[in-house]
């Protein structure tokens, strides 16, 4: 081909979440009965009432332009729910709504972020945070965590990672791919290194706050002292079950979030309007479904974690929100079934793909080679037919 394609494109690459879920289709597309354990989606229906707010917006003709930042009415009850549940005073100039949290995230770090800049990131981590980092030309600086401290990162280790190029911490509590959620202590903890480095902006994303198994969500920005550089995101997609809605929002300081708004008014301009006359209903309606929904989530977590237990040799922290188990896999590294040698976690998710006909995600794309994540967004009748595969699977590797 004489087209030239920018040389942007080789600075990143494919979600590898996205790479397996479309590898399940092509498999399916043959007949193949593909259970799927890697894609990060609530199996739940959109509650009742979020439906009848968008069918009536429809009704209503909310069919035009919107203001780049979101419906004025909608950042306010962006305002409210964060109050109501975190505890935070934010107005209307805080919040930029976005078509979805991924967009939401690229806002920030091309609004934050010049070539050369170094980006901290504990891993495990969400596979876009890196490679979005690279789209603006910053470098991303990823930072090992331990499973015994439940892949969360400790302030000696921050500390440790901070240079006169560190430019912005970017991070996720409950965690995706990990599970882990931080405490307020935790998170104090971190604050105080973060006070000694004034100008690093903190970025957390909080997108699976609904989805928490002990108890409150804490929000880093409830620490006085660092919330004037602290940038929330957040979204619709995990809690209420509206993943192709596309709708995720910031609450930061009003420069950065007038300086998203710039961004966004050259990419996508305002989010749909049907979707966000439906998100006003999701964020001050009623919340029991999200509550059911986390009821459900903790019950098919307590399942998994026994179906874990019962795979030889992996080894696994506790999730303790979002919808994933993150086991360390790697003592089926150099084993084979005769044919096939598994080498590294690609190669096992791929065999458990092509042989198990389950689709899981290497940890190498989150940061850390020596898992992989499965998801327990699915029933608990095709989640235990998963397992019972993976082992049988598992059983034909020697050596």
Known sequence: MSIQISSLLDRFAE???LKMAKLGRELRAK??????LSLGEPDFDTPIHIKEAAKKAVDDNYSHYTP??????????????????????Y????????????????????????????????????VTYSELVRIAGGVPVIIPTKMENGFKLTAGELKAAITSKSRVFLFSSPCNPSGSVYSREELAQLVNVFEQYPSLAIISDEIYEYINFVGKHESIAQFASVKDRVMIVNGLSKGYAMTGYRLGYIAAPVAVAKACEKLQG??????????????I??????????????????????RVIELVSEVPGWKLAEPDGAFYVFPDVSVYYGKSNGTE??????????????????????????????CIRLSFANSLEKIEEAYRRIKKALEALKG
Request: net charge negative; glycine share 6%.
């Open 15 to 17: 979600p590898e979440t």
């Open 31 to 36: 007949g193949i009965d593909v259970i799927d």
């Open 68 to 89: 780049v930042a979101g419906y004025l009415d909608l950042r306010e009850a962006v305002c409210a729910k964060l109050k109501r549940d975190n505890g935070l005073d």
């Open 91 to 126: 107005a209307a100039e805080n919040i930029v709504v976005s078509t979805g949290a991924k967009q939401s995230l690229a806002n920030l770090i091309l609004a934050l972020v010049d070539a050369g800049d170094e980006v901290i990131i504990p891993a495990p981590f969400w």
């Open 266 to 279: 050259q990419f996508t301009s305002g989010t749909n309007a049907v979707t966000q006359r439906a998100a």
């Open 281 to 302: 209903a999701a964020l001050i309606g009623d919340q029991q479904p999200t509550v059911e929904m986390n009821k459900e989530f903790e019950r098919r977590k307590k």
């Open 341 to 370: 040698k598994i080498e590294n976690a690609d190669d096992l998710c791929m065999y458990l793909l092509n042989t198990a006909h389950v689709s899981t995600v290497t940890g190498r794309a989150f940061g850390t080679p020596n």
